[in-house]
């Protein structure tokens, strides 16, 4: 039987990165001081403001809600319905009942009741894949919401993981825009929110293990539009190189923030757009057309509903198929 | 022992009385994209498993 490094006591998980085992006291105490570390490091936000919490029903949004509440500060959650079939309405009943037990404050915006379409729609209609539709789509409503909602700052549950993946696929690009900008906060400006990652010092893993042993009932099951992504294959990638040596995808973006940003960034990093769209206001490029999410809306709005399955690859449909088959076939 | 795996749920019979992590290895799953559940608890990898234990191999990772 392994046992906690802190406390002696029968382990619940092993970390290879930390080479130690934790018993689910101590690997708690860890994932609490990693996400104080980091909206102390980062300048996040301070002790009483008001937090607006992107929640998606997975893990990590679940987690980080849980972990910001516990710490003591005013955290409220935001759900999109995205229209994504049966992975949404679970994700929807998942993230309501989390709310309900410990009697928080959810606000949900449903794009199908609000603007008149859903992901799947919007990918058709507007031919674009259906993770850009959904980002575009996310983005706006988080940033208008959190502004319209009198919130401080907005956080997302962006792990580790999530932005190692990120700066991997960065850097084989050489994308030294994105690298530059690739840094858990975002400056409010013209028309944006702050946002901040506060999850970023703790991997996918360890995030999955706090919802376990917290007894977070989140949503397993991936998103239908996420099988075989290239985000997916670049974790992946990651998680083989650190099988041979652990701790490598940990220093490979840690490293980052300490001794690259500095190198690239020369201030403060601040979100602009010169113009408002004149159809909802929205920080835009150009006052003269819509933003946009508002010619997404027009074109997918007066699309016909296209179900999930018609926008999936072959490999994705199979495995959407397995997944949800009986019930939407 | 029966170990039971998503995406998409499924459940196989496996032989117990070996690690957790040697069953990880075999099914072809890594250690960082898993947790593992042994009758419904958190279990380190090297955990033994045996026979009659119910084993759940839960993906982390997120492709969103
Ligand atoms: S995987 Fe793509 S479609 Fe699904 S929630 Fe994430 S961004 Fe949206
Ligand atoms: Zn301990
Ligand atoms: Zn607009």
Redesign the interface.
């Known amino acids: 039987m392994s046992k906690c490094r802190s406390c002696g006591d029968a382990a619940v998980v092993d970390l290879p990165r930390h080479n130690a085992n934790f018993c689910a006291e101590h690997l708690q105490q860890l994932c609490v001081r990693q996400v104080q570390r980091a909206i102390a490091d980062h300048s996040m936000f301070e002790t009483d403001a008001r937090v607006l919490v992107a929640v998606s029903g997975g893990k990590d949004s679940l987690a980080l809600w849980d972990m910001l509440v516990d710490l003591g500060y005013r955290a409220d959650g935001l759900y999109i319905g995205l229209g994504i079939g049966e992975y949404s309405e679970e994700s929807h009943r998942i993230t309501s009942v989390f709310a309900e037990e410990r009697g928080l404050t959810l606000h949900t915006v449903d794009l199908r009741q609000e603007h008149g379409f859903d992901i799947p729609t919007a990918a058709r209609a507007t031919r674009r894949v259906p993770c850009s539709a959904c980002g575009l789509s996310k983005r706006h409503i988080f940033d208008r919401e959190t502004i319209r909602l009198g919130y401080d700052v907005l956080a997302t549950g962006h792990n580790l993981d999530d932005e190692a993946a990120v700066l991997l696929g960065n850097t084989i690009r050489w994308d030294v825009e994105y690298l530059t900008r690739q840094y858990p906060v975002l400056e409010a400006g013209h028309g944006f929110p702050r946002k901040v990652k506060p999850l970023v010092r703790l991997t996918e893993r360890e995030m999955a293990a706090w919802c376990v042993v917290r007894g977070i009932d989140y949503v397993v099951e991936e998103c239908p539009m996420a099988i075989g992504n290239r985000h997916s294959g670049y974790k992946e990638t990651l998680n083989q190189l650190d099988e041979r040596s652990p701790g490598t995808k940990a220093s490979f973006y840690l490293g980052f923030l300490d001794r690259m940003v500095p190198v690239l960034r020369t201030g403060p990093d601040r979100q602009g757009a010169p113009e408002s769209c004149p159809t909802c206001g929205a920080p835009s490029s150009s006052s003269d057309t819509a933003c946009s999410f508002c010619r997404l809306e027009a074109t997918a709005s007066s699309h016909e509903p296209v179900p999930v399955r018609m926008v999936l690859n072959r490999s994705a449909r199979r495995a959407f198929d397995a997944q949800w088959g009986e019930e939407e076939a | 022992m029966i170990v039971r795996l998503?995406?998409?749920?499924r459940e196989v019979e496996m032989a117990g009385g070996r690690a957790a992590h040697a069953v990880l290895h075999d099914l072809g799953l890594?250690?960082?994209?898993?947790?593992i559940?042994r009758n419904g608890?958190?279990?380190?990898?090297?955990?033994m498993l045996e026979e009659g234990d119910i084993v759940e191999i839960?993906?982390?990772?997120?492709?969103?």
Do not use: A
């Open positions: 998503r995406q998409p749920r890594s250690r960082e994209g898993h947790l559940i608890t958190l279990v380190p990898s090297d955990t839960r993906p982390v990772i997120s492709g969103g």
